[in-house]
């Protein structure tokens, strides 16, 4: 869907629509990754053509300048410690036509937060993680990029009574539909969700498939470890195998990837710095990561602190069965929706890891 027309006519054929409401670029106090993520302003550094722009509105105003041939600006938009600055700037472009701007500017923010979101995988976790919920800028001052509405109004519950036309919302559905292309290999899936008692067997078929991982990629694996929920004894799981492979440089598969398809994993996953590899039967999932990134030591840091902290696993699996319970769209928003509680556990394992000294080359 492209507009508001699209939404009303969705809307009067019944389909029940769902919203996800943004407006503001703060970061959440607990430090959160939030809806403010969709935010033009929201500081998160991407690079395009060599060029690095702080955030998607230094790139829609940089688009901007070079689309009326204004050189001068587009290079002082790119100095501009701050999105307002750039923005600012923005309306100083010279040539400027308000028709021209009107026919390039929805497709250049797409390509800007095409750029933010497939950068930064977290983003892009949280952005694929909306599904098909539609997303609407409630901002009351703008009446383009927003609804003309805030977020607490009544009015924003159907697009019939909004006083805008939510471009940056449909821009960002947009992107939403191109990274799932690109980083879901077959697109969405949905999926039943069951959550069963631990197995000890778990630890049995990790083993198994460890060797076969190593059989596949030899000193190309720097380590292989069992991860996620099947790797925690006493916690409920789905019955999917999770299996960490730390390499070199995980987004250079050529050094991986054949060789891993050959031992029979298919490739599901494609984001930055991580990959995602699964068996024909959907009941091993191998998650390549760069060795001594972020991704390997939150995942072997979550495991151990769950391991140790029976609260927190008791909550966490408490949380899954609650959610099995429910009706997803596809399985990245069940994951998003885990995610509040994964991050809260996480800030609490960093501050017990840097307290102990915890490290990835601790013993397990």
């Known amino acids: 869907m492209r507009s508001v027309e699209d939404l009303i006519r969705a809307e009067d054929a019944g389909r029940r629509l769902k919203y ?18 969709l935010s033009q302003w929201w500081p998160a550094e991407f690079t395009v053509d060599d060029l690095v722009f702080p955030t998607a509105e230094h790139f829609m105003m940089h688009r901007k300048a070079l689309l009326f041939g204004d050189g001068e600006t587009a290079a002082r938009i790119l100095r501009a410690r701050h999105p307002n600055e750039a923005k600012n700037l923005g309306r100083e472009v010279r040539g400027y036509e308000d028709e021209v701007w009107a026919a390039h500017r929805f497709d250049i923010v797409v390509a800007g937060n095409l750029a933010k979101f497939g950068q930064h995988a977290l983003l892009g976790r949280y952005l694929l993680g909306t599904s098909d919920r539609v997303l609407v800028e409630a901002s009351p001052l703008d009446p383009i990029w927003g609804i003309g509405l805030a977020a607490g109004d009544e009015r924003t519950t159907s697009p019939r009574t909004w006083l805008g036309a939510n471009l940056l919302g449909f821009v960002l559905m947009a992107v939403r539909e ?132 029976p609260a927190d696993r008791d909550a966490y699996e408490k949380l899954k069965r609650d959610l099995a319970t ?33 490290s990835v080359d601790h013993p397990r």
Not at 332 to 358: H, S, V
């Open 178 to 309: 191109q990274l799932v292309g690109e980083s879901l290999i077959g697109g969405r899936e949905k999926r039943d969700i069951t959550i069963v008692e631990h197995d000890p067997t778990w630890a049995q078929r990790f083993r198994t498939e460890r060797s076969r991982i190593r059989k596949a990629l030899g000193d190309n694996a720097i380590r292989i470890d069992h991860v996620g929920s099947t790797a925690v004894p006493g916690l409920a799981a789905k019955p999917v195998v999770d299996i960490q492979v730390s390499v070199a440089d995980a987004n250079r598969e050529e050094t991986y990837l054949p060789q891993l398809e050959a031992a029979g994993y298919h490739l599901r996953v494609r984001q930055p710095d991580h990959r995602m590899a699964r068996t024909e039967q959907l009941d091993v999932h191998v998650h390549i990561c760069p060795s001594g990134g972020k991704w390997e030591r939150d995942h072997l840091l979550f495991g151990d602190w769950l391991r140790a902290t």
């Open 326 to 358: 429910r009706d997803w769209f596809d399985m990245n928003q069940y994951a998003e929706a885990k995610g509040g509680l994964i991050d809260e556990i996480l800030g609490r394992a960093r501050e017990w890891a840097d307290r102990t000294g915890w």
């Open 20 to 37: 996800v409401w943004f407006w503001g670029h703060e970061p959440r106090r607990d430090g959160r990754i939030g809806a403010s993520c």
